[in-house]
């Protein structure tokens, strides 16, 4: 791929020269950490880091909207996608269990929040990508009381469809956007439902079959094997 | 980083200018044209509605949502192994290349990483779900502008490589064949010798196309200088893959990011296009065609010995974390943001896939164009239903 240049020494690899930039490394993404640092001060809540992964920020409501064009003036001018997470536990248990009995254990299951936390039972997020220094931020938001955000639109003319698409499936409206119709479903439809509290109707009705088709194999020494999902 | 040039924007806009003037003086009736949700050429049941004047488009708007499964809800209440059954049938042309990047994000929740044997299959698979699912494009890419003949040596060819999937997997359409740790079988006797015959036989497919179509003068009197789509704004859409390297992005998943997969053990040239019209998207993806049996072919050479699966227990429990995982599918970006709790199943997966960002372009790529134009346009971003709807 990379033509044979003769640059310095032997050690070095040769496609590194021709490669547009290094490959992302955790100094390349603290780096995009402190800029953004410079930019929102307080507003940038947490940060989070996975080595040689990827990286997670989240910041406050009030920013939301300019720390996309900040991070667009910082390069990250790829639009990925923008999405939202309910983090209210299912009070329909996880799928392997049988829904009547899912109320057996009394206590509720607690709300945690996922990587760089929250304190809201909702929270968008988006993912950026830099095409040229080869890295991607996703961006978490809490989302206030009032269930509505700032849009993306101005920075990003493709966080159009994502946002009905977050809109329809949640319930969060983004000021500012101009057409806040579903984009999927029906327009009369009632109810959001990628929510948690959103019954999955058909699995109401009949449990999985998938847990019935559990069988113990004969030659097998783990013994774990009570609940469901065939492992192989 | 190549990019549009100024002058030919600028020419572009001019041009459309001088059509906006004539229907002013014109003062032609507006009318609203419906093209779908049924018609041969969306694909599938994809509904716009464009608004016309005259013969030319003032605004137009895809309506989606005719076949939406919710897939991101059933993956709710789905064990890990079994969501890879229903991803399949998301780009359902490609199909095993959905598969992965979800598996390597639940691989990378765990931190197990595919044996180096499973993942050069995994990559071999990759790429010819690539070729078929591109072959079938180019072939179909005729069609829209009235030329049958290429279509069949479209579904001709591509099932030369269907039937080596089939021959894998055991499935033509639907494989199913990822497994988180890597993969459920090893190729069968005598697969190696087939697929490099068939890839042989593909690139004489993609000369042959190149002679049918590319050269031909219809085609490119129909496809230059037609829905240019300049990088700044592809890239504010999130176009991906070849509608993006077609507008001078130099960008390969591929090639610019580091994954537990083959790809950088072959050498392929990422081939972009300047001018970001309907024909420089084609021709990169015919382009994309070739360099894929290429890889095919490498790493059919280097195909190191040893297991195909490594050391999972058999009750996958994915523990708790978020990870984002995404690559570079034939229609382009595919990732999954897989949330877990450390229980059987994912607590959220957000699925990106590439032609909902693709096709949510269109109001701004169709302002302005001929009717005509609208097919052609459409071919060339290349879409499949399954893959805005989800």
Redesign the interface.
Known sequence: MAPLSDTTDATTDASADDAPAALPGDGLREGIVDALRAELGDQLLDTHLVPQTDLWVRVTAEVWQQTGAVLKSQGFDYFCFLSAIDWMPSPYGDGEDDPSAADEDDEPAEMTSGYTGGDTRFQVFARLTDLRRHVGVTIKVDVPESMTLDTWLPTFAGANWHERETHEMFGITFEGHPDMRNLYLPGEFEGYPLRKDFPLLARMIKPWPGIVDVEPMPADDTDDDAEGGDGS | ?TMLNERQQLSYIAAQAADARLNVELETDGMTLNIGPQHPATHGTLRIIARLDGEQVVWAEPV??YM?R?Y???T???????VTTLINRIDWLGSFANEVPFILAAE?LMEIEAPPRAQYIRTILFELSRIANIGLFLGDLGVQMGAVTPAFFGFRDREYVLNLIEGATGGRFHPNFD?IGGLKDDLPKGWINETKQVMKRLRGFCDEIEDLLFGNEIFQSRTRGIGVIPA??A????LSGANLRASG???DLR????LPMAWDKA???VWTHPDGDSWARCWVRLQETREATKIVDQLIDDLPAGPIMAK?????KVPE????V?TENPLG?M?Y?V?S?G???PF?V?I?SAS??NI??TP?VLKGVYVPDIITILASLYFILGDI?R
């Not at chain 2, 999972?312 to 996958?316: E, G, K, T, Y």
Request: hydrophobic share 30%; glycine share 10%.
């Open positions: 980083m989606p949502g939406h919710g991101e809800k059933l709710e209440v789905r064990t890990f192994p079994q990378q497994r700044e704004v890239k504010s859409y999130g992005v130099d960008w090639r610019d990011q580091v050498d392929f040239k999972v227990p058999r009750i996958i974390g978020e990870a984002w995404s970006e990732g943001y949330i709790k229980d059987l199943g959220r957000k990106r909902f960002n949510s372009i701004w709807d």
